[in-house]
């Protein structure tokens, strides 16, 4: 399955994924028809602060199975062909199950102009499958200048981050060994007053 992989050590945190997100999850399709849309149209994915000032994008990760999916008691909540895991907001109670079992925490809740009178319904990341369908990329890894948030088979990512390890590794063991650092001037007195 085909997914948005996310690169947090590339995130600089610019927002201009949740900007593409939510315009292309508006009824106009663009950032002007979007501004002034009578329902705000509202991002799928997240960003939240890191380690060092880093940014990480969070976005929902289709789970096999899906924690959310199993504890919607309306049942709103299932799978496609695509295997994303699909919110049907006219189903949607807002009863918030789906937020509480989702280890990752990426269900938030909104105003939908799908939804029946416009009411919040519980939202995620359904990777844009009106793009895909196109042959087109979702809409935040089109935004992505940093190459944080890419699209491609999840197995072959994870494939080539464990060779891009085990490139480093053997080169590690490949460089001369480093000489043991000689300790501290009093260390060094400390030790021979002990022994």
């Known amino acids: 399955m085909k997914t948005v992989i996310v690169r947090p050590e590339r995130c600089v945190g610019c927002l201009q994924c949740r900007l593409a997100c939510a315009v292309e999850h508006s009824r106009t399709k663009n950032l002007a028809g979007a501004i002034s849309e009578q329902v705000t149209p509202r991002p799928r994915l997240r960003i939240y602060p890191g380690r060092q000032h880093l940014a990480f994008p969070n976005k929902c990760r289709h789970c096999e199975p899906a924690p959310c999916q199993q504890v919607c008691i309306a049942g709103a909540i299932s799978r496609t062909p695509r295997s994303t895991v699909d919110i049907d907001p006219a189903k949607c109670i ?60 999840w197995q072959e990512a994870q494939e080539h981050k464990g060779w891009a390890l085990a490139q480093a590794v053997f080169a590690s063991l490949q460089a001369p060994p480093e000489t043991e650092p000689a300790p501290p001037p009093g260390i060094r007195l400390w030790r021979r007053i002990n022994s």
């Open 94 to 153: 807002n009863c918030a199950m789906c937020a509480m079992a989702c280890p990752f925490g990426v269900l938030t809740y909104a105003p939908l102009y799908l939804a029946p009178d416009k009411r919040a319904v519980a939202l995620k990341c359904d990777q844009c499958p009106e793009r895909e369908a196109v042959g087109r990329k979702p809409a935040c890894v089109e935004a992505c200048k940093v190459g944080a948030l890419t699209y491609g088979e």
